[in-house]
């Protein structure tokens, strides 16, 4: 076998070659009117029986090195742009990792011709009503506690958070007149041992109706760079200022405010780089 594909081998190169010359521009292999600069065509006997194109396969170490690939006219010549290869690598450095796939050289970087995709959203657990008060400090929010999320790929993510929060009941500081008021705190994401802060407020009115819980909703985004398979835990925490003008100063009954009421508070993870 080893023989025969070796002959199979040379009697090809012939081929190729003559055909090559004569049309001068376009090249086929298993066919003879490519329809292109090169012209593939895999049927081979048994019927329906085809063969893939295999790339060259190598162990890239670094998304920013051409290494071990090099300029085939000549090695100390930079790669040339357009270069294919197939990777057949993982790297968890944090930065300019590399995993297994297609890569094509442009100039600067290897880049990964099929975009890796990573994205996971975890949301309050809305079976647990948070109502808030303004002496607790700060008070976890039910299904955001200590929770672990481990990325797929090293690289950029995008971290999106978005809360709600709503207004407790104002007192009827003057009877028939509309009187508008303000809940306000603080929300706060833990994340890898870094807090982030999110300020909200909410309000509240008293009057001939009594308005509340008109929540007020806050979305931020962050960008970390984060490593593959490796944990990362959040908490994410709420803590309301002192709410003078509210029932109880907002520490009991109706006066407290509300969180995650109909929307709730979510922390989404996507990979972007």
């Known amino acids: 076998m080893r023989v025969f594909l070796k002959h199979t081998a040379i009697v090809c190169f012939i081929c ?4 090559s010359e004569s049309v001068k521009s376009q090249v086929g292999i298993g066919t003879e009117n490519p329809e292109g600069a090169l012209d593939l065509n895999s049927n081979h006997l048994p019927a329906n029986t085809y063969y ?3 790339l ?6 670094d998304a920013t090195v051409a290494a071990p690939v090099v300029n085939a006219n000549n090695p100390a010549n930079p790669l040339a742009v ?7 690598n993982t790297t968890y450095t944090g930065t300019n990792d590399v995993s297994p796939g297609i ?3 442009n100039g600067v970087d290897w880049i990964n011709e099929f975009p890796k995709k990573d994205a996971e959203i975890f949301k309050q657990d809305m079976s647990s009503p948070v109502r808030t008060t303004s002496t607790e400090g700060y008070k976890n929010i039910p299904g955001l506690v200590n929770v672990s999320f481990t990325p797929k790929y090293s690289g950029r993510y995008k971290i999106e958070l978005s809360v709600n929060y709503g207004g407790g009941y104002a007192q009827d500081l003057a009877s028939g007149n509309t009187n508008p008021l303000s809940q306000k705190g603080n929300f706060k994401l833990s994340f890898n041992g870094t807090d982030y802060i999110v300020p909200i407020s909410a309000h509240s009115t008293y009057g001939t109706t009594q308005y509340y819980l008109i929540w007020e909703q806050a979305t931020t985004a962050m960008y970390q760079p984060l490593i593959a398979d490796t944990p990362y835990l959040f908490t994410l925490q709420f803590d309301q200022f002192e709410s003078p003008g509210f029932i109880s100063n907002g520490n009991s009954g109706t006066g407290r405010g509300y969180i995650g009421y ?5 922390v989404e993870f996507v990979y972007v780089d």
């Open 82 to 88: 357009g270069t294919v290869v197939y990777n057949t």
């Open 103 to 105: 890569y094509m050289w």
């Open 262 to 266: 109909d929307i709730p508070c979510s």
């Open 52 to 54: 893939g194109f295999v």
């Open 16 to 19: 190729l070659f003559t055909y």
């Open 56 to 61: 060259p396969r190598v162990e890239l170490t």
